[in-house]
């Protein structure tokens, strides 16, 4: 018994590393994207603008071996006239060769002044100097303007306080022509500044909505662009990703290729899906040269085959979410950009949308359809749905999302019997409650 358990120990170790491996692969293909989109050890310019205490523009003057800047505009921390830069805080840059030029204009990611008066550049980046010589992409074909103006386009962004204000902001930014804008609209979306004072979930579901307007931009002419873009619509519905990320396997540039790779298996894993082809392919990693063309494409021929499977049943589950999604648009805070967000789902799917403002599931036939493997989503929709009903001004409105979650709550009991019982006996009961009343008023 005792090497039983041992040797259970010792696999359930050893699966516990493999998938902790696994992750550690995963994280690194997504970062693989800075090498591209910006130089060795560089940070995403949101990241930059979060983390910088003051952010100015102006024109380098070297003095006695000090550096001192003559600043001519100020996008974040205090306003002053002149920085005298901190030696030792350039040291740490030495190796990646950040040097200033007596006369040049560059714009500056610093940290807070010291109590010797001297400001060290931002710790740990070689971009805390704008423009950097040599830079790649994007960044490297935009003049200071340009750069300066999404500067101060990103810090307006982080600085929003109202989220629906933040998602206009960054939707406006996606749909922006110019090339460094959107890119820098994209990351922004995925950054620890823009998540700021959102729980997990919301985030989650933010996201989702930011990722809608993402799909054009995987037919943008810059791998860049369509490489983020690619990163943003793994938080989409499965069924937007998988529809939209698999062609996106034999992108031209291989870091959109690896991206497209990330995404299709988060959305295969969410579906539940096993097939050994896939879980073997999963090991493999996407040439630099191309190599694998013919591997890339029969794996594409693979994905589809194993999507088929499961494609009517997460097709019904993403389009009831997107229906309740549009319902509660007329009232969220980020109301506007939700309902966008679905209607554009809609769209890619091909799926005809529902009058704004109707119902998504009134019946419960329709509900008693409904998959979903988590009982907390059959009950966090319910739940949804009763904060609606609370909100709502018609009576006859109010009935109609109570229906609505009563099926839910009914629904999760019947699948789940012992998943929280005295919870869900309790909201059946409360919503049985409030319709008996409501009828008198609303029908």
């Known amino acids: 018994m005792t090497t039983l358990r041992l040797s259970t120990l010792r696999f359930s170790t050893i699966r516990r590393f493999a998938l902790h491996a696994h992750l550690v692969l995963l994280l690194l293909l997504l970062g693989a994207g800075r090498c591209f989109a910006f130089s ?29 800047i003559a600043v001519t505009q100020t996008f974040k921390g205090d306003v002053n006239t002149t920085i005298r830069l901190n030696p030792k805080s350039m040291d740490s840059f030495r190796e990646n060769e950040i040097k200033f030029a007596e006369g040049e204009e560059c714009l500056l990611f610093l940290q807070a002044p010291g109590t010797n008066g001297l400001t060290p550049l931002l710790s740990y980046s070689e971009d805390a100097k704008w423009p950097k010589p040599e830079r790649p992409g994007i960044q490297g ?37 110019d090339d460094l804008t959107v890119l820098v609209g994209l990351q922004a ?11 997990v979930n919301q985030y989650a579901s933010v996201t989702r909505t930011i990722a809608a307007f993402a799909l054009p931009l995987l037919q943008n002419g810059d ?15 499965d069924s937007v990703t998988m529809k939209a990320i698999i062609p996106m396997l034999n992108d031209p540039h291989v870091w959109c290729r690896r991206q497209a790779k990330v995404a299709v298996l988060g959305a ?35 994905l589809e085959q194993a999507w088929e499977a499961k494609r009517t049943q997460c097709l019904e589950k993403d389009v009831k979410r997107l229906d309740i999604q549009r319902l509660q648009a007329n009232k969220a805070d980020h109301s506007r950009v939700a309902g ?14 529902k009058p704004s403002g109707s119902s998504p599931m009134v019946t419960e036939p329709v509900l008693s359809e409904m998959e979903f493997d988590d009982p907390k989503d059959g009950y966090s929709q319910g739940f949804l749905l009763m904060r ?56």
Do not use: C
């Not at 995403?44 to 979060?50: D, Q, R, S």
């Not at 935009?142 to 600085?159: F, I, R």
């Not at 950054?191 to 959102?198: A, D, M, Q, S, V």
């Not at 539940?272 to 591997?295: F, M, N």
């Open 223 to 237: 791998h860049e662009i369509r490489g983020y873009a690619i990163i943003l619509l793994s938080s989409a519905p």
């Open 141 to 177: 074909r935009a003049d200071l303007a340009k750069l300066a103006e999404v500067v101060a386009s990103t810090q307006t962004l982080l600085s929003l306080p109202d989220l629906e204000q933040r998602l206009q902001a960054i939707v406006a930014m996606l749909r922006s022509t």
């Open 40 to 68: 060795k050890g560089g940070q995403m310019l949101p990241e930059l603008v979060a983390k910088s205490a003051q952010i100015v523009r102006g024109v380098v003057h070297l003095n006695s071996g000090a550096t001192t």
């Open 268 to 302: 295969i894993n969410n579906s539940k899906i096993v097939d050994p082809a896939i879980d073997e392919w999963r090991q493999r990693r996407i040439q630099l040269d191309g190599s694998d063309e013919t591997d890339l494409l029969e794996m594409k021929a693979k």
């Open 340 to 353: 966008e967000a679905a209607d554009a789902y809609f769209q890619f799917l091909g799926v005809p949308r």
């Open 189 to 199: 979306a995925k950054t620890p500044g823009f998540r700021k004072g959102l729980a």
């Open 388 to 443: 609606e009903a609370e909100k709502a001004t018609d009576p006859v409105e109010s009935i109609r999302h109570l229906e609505a979650a009563l099926a839910y709550f009914r629904e999760v009991k019947k699948r789940f019997p012992d998943w929280k019982k005295s919870m869900i006996d309790g909201r059946i009961q409360k919503t049985e409650e409030l319709l008996g009343v409501l009828p008198k008023i609303g029908r």
